[in-house]
């Protein structure tokens, strides 16, 4: 994902436009409301559940940089239940020819190409080891340093599995369709029909992995007569993989990849077919908020909340926070969701900040724990 670059736009709000009936959605040039940070009496008492699971988190940056992560376990507190957690596959190249001593933090920031970082796996492996084991319990990690459009990488996850069994639940967040992304990769963008893609997706629902994908649901800056870029070959790929658990980040929605006027629809529609019900929706990412903030008042929230309390199981919170070291930039996502979270009925309210999490990692670490008992040879390292 984006390093975000407003710590208030975002969660809510992208629910809003997207599940919003098609005629409701915002127009693209809707400014994004400004919010306010996590007061401090909305935090838990000591011993109170914590106010959400994080299913969506950067440890680290387009850099491989970020806080230590017991520096970032201080910084959640217990506000904060449990987390998934990732670096970000794709290293941004310091082209001294490109930019000279002006060295490139982010992908916006360089024309000099991206490309798959895999060693990050190994540093959110060996960061999640260095916590005690009540901390550890607080964290999924999850695999992201390989290539989707090269046909090892289902051997690079195995790989990952058997050099570090006990420590990764899922894959991702990685990236297939993204605005200014994908064009950037060395050796060229991944495809939602490579056979590559379709033979990690197959592997990671033998194993048992969450998969949390980002796929743009359409092109930048795409013509509003035609049908979106990316739709009918996202639905097709995740109907060739019923075995897998998938969560679609930001609804398919970007930077510059705005609400078509059937979003309300389309996502109604994938939620009410059966055959998709393995597939779940990340609400995440500031940087949709310009489309999405519901400048209408209160009957907006409303529409989205009837939504969501009709589906509670599809939906997670996630913050999308790039390597954050500051706690009003961390919580302030889940603070700008405070009327949608008054919205909700009680049950959808826990389902979507706690519960959905819980149920998918749960059903992962012992799925993913018990192919590795089956498939780790006795030599490998044990980790805690």
Do not use: C
């Not at 909700?344 to 749960?362: C, E, I, S």
Request: charged content about 20%.
């Amino acid at each position: 994902m984006a390093r975000p670059t407003h710590p208030l736009a975002g969660v809510a709000v992208v629910v809003t436009a997207a599940l919003a009936s098609a005629g409701a959605l915002l127009s693209p040039s809707a400014p994004a409301a400004p919010g306010t940070a996590l007061a401090a009496s909305a935090a838990p008492a000591p011993g109170a559940l914590p106010l959400f699971d994080d299913v969506h988190f950067h440890l680290t940056n387009y850099v491989q940089e970020g806080p230590d992560i017991h520096d970032f376990l201080r910084l959640a507190g217990n506000k904060v239940g449990r987390v998934a957690l990732f670096g970000i596959p794709l290293q941004q190249e310091w082209s001294h020819r490109l930019s000279g001593d002006f060295a490139p933090t982010y992908y916006l920031q360089s024309d000099a190409p991206l490309y798959y970082y895999s060693f990050t796996d190994a540093r959110i492996a060996l960061a999640y080891q260095s916590l005690t084991r009540a901390e550890q319990a607080r964290f999924d990690p999850m695999i992201t340093g390989f290539n989707p459009a090269d046909m090892y990488a289902a051997d690079h996850v195995r790989r990952v599995l058997e050099s570090f069994p006990g420590v990764f639940s899922g894959i991702g967040e990685f990236s297939i369709h993204k605005e200014f992304v994908s064009s950037k990769i060395a050796g060229g963008a991944p495809s939602l029909g490579d056979p590559a893609l379709d033979r990690l997706l197959s592997f990671a629902g033998q194993v048992g992995l969450v998969v949390l994908i980002h796929n743009d649901i359409d092109v930048p800056f795409a013509k509003a007569d035609r049908p979106p870029a990316y739709l009918a070959a996202a639905e097709a790929l995740f109907r060739r993989h019923p075995e897998t658990t998938f969560i679609w980040a930001h609804l398919g929605l970007g930077r510059v990849v705005h609400p078509i006027e059937q979003q309300g629809e389309i996502i109604a529609r994938l939620l009410d077919e059966p055959g998709l019900a393995h597939v779940n929706f990340d609400l995440s990412w500031n940087e949709v908020a310009k489309y999405l903030y519901p400048t209408e008042g209160p009957e907006r929230t409303a529409r989205v909340a009837a939504v969501i309390n009709r589906h509670p199981d599809r939906f997670l919170f996630g913050t999308d926070e790039v390597a954050p070291t500051d706690a009003r930039q961390y919580f302030a996502l889940y603070e700008t969701y405070a009327p949608l979270w008054a919205a909700l009925t009680p049950d959808a309210r826990q389902k979507v900040l706690t519960g959905n999490y819980a149920r998918l990692f749960d059903a992962a670490r012992t799925k993913v724990r018990a192919w590795e008992a089956a498939h780790v040879r006795a030599t490998a390292p044990s980790h805690p």
